[in-house]
């Protein structure tokens, strides 16, 4: 009784979620610099690949932030129908890149500096770039920048007609396909326990192992694949038999019957001791409000990717930067 009870409050907390219009939540990697770099340790990484420990500082403190918007509950919304999102990942230190989308435009601000440091690729001063470079001065320097996103989507196809076309989507009867094969995986797979908690909390441990639910899961969405995304490739059975067969466990927070919290615990799933910390922590209601910041630079999409990246440095300057190198996105 108490499975059938945990379960089914759990999925209620996650269908009201689907039926707001405004969605909010925060995201972090609970771990710490050792298990970081133990993980990568993992993946034998060449010579000099190793990483960092400024990079495994800042992604053991990262917290991702996300909001959407929308005119219809989230479950039953289109692209069409978005009217905001908001995205800010920061570190304990202060912002490390914002992102929003509001109407026609998209609004960007990162902290090139620190991505610099933890990649080992020191990006220039704004001072030393070229008159050509415009607004990307101010994105170098930390400033708000904005773009059309109709620019962009001309700028990518080059301008000409018969251009790429957008990504394709997944519609809304193979949403629901999937979200009823997820439910009757979790249904038949994992264990649920209620426990009570105070001001009005209840915690609900969902257990499962962890090779036969992913394996399940797949399972369950092969025959869906020709509805999927073109290019979009599941792994097979045998792909997964190597996958940890140890227990999976998470822990969800409900606050008067609605998702509040919740923590995934990884570690195990690492299988090595040298892992002690390795968690997902899931907190909504916490989101950065998608709200168009003042004092944006404008951004032309088409004269950046057609003009500055391709001029790159002045002809001649053996000292310039190469600004080709640079990430075009």
Do not use: C, N
């Amino acid at each position: 009784m108490e499975q059938l009870s945990a379960g089914k409050k759990l999925d209620q907390a996650f269908e009201d979620l689907g039926r707001k219009k405004t969605l909010s939540f925060e995201l972090d990697l609970d771990t710490d610099v050792r298990s970081l770099k133990a993980l990568d340790a993992q993946s034998d990484p060449a010579p000099g690949e190793e990483m960092p420990d400024d990079a495994a500082k800042l992604i053991s403190g990262a917290k991702i932030r996300f909001t959407v918007q929308s005119r219809k509950p989230i479950d039953e919304s289109g692209q069409k129908d978005m009217v905001g999102m908001a995205m800010k990942i920061s570190s304990p230190d202060g912002g490390l890149v914002e992102y929003r989308v509001i109407g026609d435009y998209a609004y960007m601000r990162a902290d090139m500096t620190t991505f610099g440091k933890m990649t080992g690729t020191p990006m220039p001063a704004a001072s030393d770039l070229p008159p050509e470079a415009g607004a990307f001065k101010s994105l170098i320097a930390g400033k708000w920048v904005k773009f059309s996103m109709k620019e962009m989507e001309k700028a990518g196809a080059g301008g000409r007609k018969g251009g790429p076309a957008p990504a394709p989507s997944l519609d809304a009867a193979t949403q629901k396909k999937l979200v009823a094969a997820l439910r009757e995986v979790v249904a038949r797979e994992v264990r649920f326990k209620t426990t009570d908690g105070s001001g009005g909390t209840e915690h609900v441990t969902a257990t499962a192992p962890f090779r036969t639910l992913i394996t399940r899961l797949f399972g369950k969405i092969r025959p869906l694949v020709k509805d999927l995304p073109p290019g979009m490739e599941l792994p097979t059975d045998k792909d997964l038999k190597d996958a940890p067969a140890t227990d999976v466990k998470a822990d969800f927070t409900l606050r008067d019957g609605e998702l509040d919290k919740m923590h995934v615990d990884l570690a195990k799933l690492a299988e090595d001791t040298k892992v002690r910390k390795l968690g997902l922590d899931l907190r909504v209601g916490h989101g950065t409000r998608p709200t168009v910041p003042a004092g944006a630079t404008k951004l032309d999409m088409a004269e950046l990717m057609q003009g500055f990246f391709a001029a790159g440095p002045a002809a001649g300057d053996a000292d310039a930067l190469d600004y080709q190198d640079l990430p075009r996105d």
